[in-house]
């Protein structure tokens, strides 16, 4: 690893300030054993999110961190270790959380409203309120006026965009986000960081997202975990001390985020592990 960049991130890590801890994992064990391999996916994986931040997620492909999400969200059981959501224990599908997927799936047989008002549907939110709550977040979303329609009308970007406002009708205590942006061309991921940035100042919720473009964590993120591979694991989680809104000003052209990027990137040259 380079020697300019090997002490500034992590000399930040050590904050003064008492965060309020929303969602506690502690020592979280995976392994997926198939016929042909067996897979160490998350080894004693700890992690205090605090309260309404926006932590991301970043390491090379199958380091564990979407066997993570998938964990936190009750998708995935792990074999040990604990998980708590506001002090309570998490165990099976939290009501709590809800996950963008990469692939968003919108059900092309309902309009945009009834895509982004199933979560509620699920939890038995009566149908009146249900509508008024999702004609909010799709106006949130800027996409109110396309409510009405199938979502196979409606391009890539605005495809996301009902993802996020279904992820967030239900109001979850935290959202979880597995590159929601990956598939889309640089501008509309562009539009849609600062979307998702605005949102997230707007309404507080916690954020927890995984990606593999390190501008996209560092323009968007409080702290950013770094995983490493075989076995999964989180090393090290970097305080990203930029101002904010960082829409203001070219967050990619300042000092701190050019040191953050290029120790982040020698930590992801340098992850490489066995493939797995
Ligand atoms: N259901 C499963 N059965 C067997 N192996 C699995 C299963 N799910 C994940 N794995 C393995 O666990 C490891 C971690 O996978 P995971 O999808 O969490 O990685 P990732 O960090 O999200 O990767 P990417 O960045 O490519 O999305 C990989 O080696 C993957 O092949
Ligand atoms: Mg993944």
């Known amino acids: 690893m380079s020697s300019h960049v090997t002490t500034a991130p992590s000399a930040k890590t050590a904050s003064s300030v008492e965060h309020e801890i929303i969602l506690r994992i502690e020592k979280v064990c995976k392994t997926f054993v198939t016929n042909d391999r067996t897979v160490h996916a998350l080894d004693r994986v700890s992690l205090d999110v605090r309260r309404g931040e926006f932590i991301s997620l970043v390491g090379i492909s199958g380091c564990g961190k979407t066997t993570l999400l998938r964990i936190v969200d009750g998708l995935e059981d792990a074999d040990s270790g604990m998980l708590s959501l506001d002090g309570a224990k998490l165990e099976g599908?939290?009501?709590?959380?809800?996950?963008?997927?990469?692939d968003i799936n919108l059900l092309p047989w309902r309009s945009v409203l009834d895509n982004v008002a199933l979560g509620l549907e699920v939890r038995g939110v009566?149908?009146?309120?249900?509508r008024e709550r999702a004609m909010e977040v799709l106006d949130m979303v800027g996409l109110a006026a396309v409510a009405k329609s199938p979502p196979y009308t409606l391009s890539g970007g605005m495809q996301q965009r009902v993802g996020v406002a279904r992820a967030?009708?239900?109001?979850?205590?935290?959202?979880?986000?597995?590159?929601?942006?990956?598939?889309?061309?640089?501008f509309t991921r562009e539009a849609l960081q600062v979307e998702i940035a605005n949102l997230w100042e707007k309404l507080g919720t916690t954020i927890m997202f995984v990606t593999h473009d390190v501008d996209e964590a560092i323009f968007l993120s409080d702290r950013i975990g770094l995983f490493q591979p075989g076995p999964g694991r989180l090393t090290e989680v970097l305080e990203v001390d930029l101002p904010r809104p960082r829409t203001d000003y070219d967050v990619r052209a300042h000092g701190r985020a050019i040191e953050l990027r290029s120790y982040i990137t020698e930590h992801l040259r340098g992850a490489r592990g066995p493939v797995q």
Not at 126 to 130: F, H, I, S, T, Y
């Open 168 to 186: 967030l009708a239900i109001r979850p205590k935290v959202l979880l986000m597995d590159e929601p942006f990956g598939q889309l061309d640089n």
């Open 126 to 130: 009566p149908k009146a309120e249900r």
């Open 93 to 102: 599908i939290s009501r709590d959380m809800s996950y963008v997927f990469q």
